[in-house]
């Protein structure tokens, strides 16, 4: 037997290693596929979700605090929210659930909560919403992921290995968060995606402006690496079936959100 068949040999018996910190975050953006294989041969940690996830968090509040510290994004972000109440409202004076007087007087309420939800105090609330609310949806969120992956795709992994794809898939989230702040203080308008509807200042509650806001390249990018990583993670050998079914369920419940948002106009903050 020769040195180069032993060589291989020796390769092939020789335990994995696990990626560091630093291979884990470049990995997800040079060479994913790899980086999840390898992450899978571990058993799920908590840190490699739960650190990510974290950080983007603190990006996304901060990016809050910088964009309405911008007195005409800020104006601009009370305008867009006012627009959405009176919108509402007035259908509901048309449909008869609320007189012309009960709205104006709701809609000074609403005037006020606004004002005070973007001073100093309503920021930290807003905040602390941000990092409570945060975690609980990523939860929610990666247990409809586990479900569809586990029992509609047979998938072979735990509810760690779902925390720790869609953790890992945070660092590409950061990106866009970044992207999305430096956008909006040039535009001196409040952004909160990379999409096409964002950029062209299309209504998002229209039908138009709503399916250009799926043209978002950083966001389809953030689901593909998602649904190799939940592959991987799930020993599949499919992956592309992974990344369709990730992409259709992000596309559905974007539709049921935006018909949604038309009777709850909170709503159009999640589109």
Known sequence: MNDYTDGQMNQENQEPVELDFTDKLAGIFTEPSNTFEQVAKFPPKTMDWFLPFLVLLLLVIGSQWIMMSNPIIKSDAIRTQRDAQEKYLEKEVEAGNLSKAQAEERMEMIDRQMEQMTGSMGMIIQSISIFVMGFIIFFVVVLVYFLIVKFALGGDGTYSSALVANGLVSYIGMIQVILVTILS???????????????????????????????????????????????????????????????????????????????????????
Not at 188 to 204: E, G, I, P
Not at 242 to 255: D, K, L, R, T
């Open 185 to 271: 203080l040039a535009f001196d308008r409040l952004m909160r995606d990379t999409s096409v509807a964002t950029f062209l200042n299309y209504d998002k509650t229209e039908l138009v402006g709503f399916v250009l806001s799926k043209v978002d390249p950083i966001s389809i990018w953030s689901y593909v690496v998602l649904g190799i990583g939940l592959a991987k993670m799930f020993k599949a050998t499919d992956v592309k079936k992974y990344i369709i079914v990730i992409i259709a369920v992000w596309f559905f419940w974007s539709i049921i959100v935006y018909i949604l948002s038309k009777f709850i106009p909170f709503l159009q903050n999640l589109q």
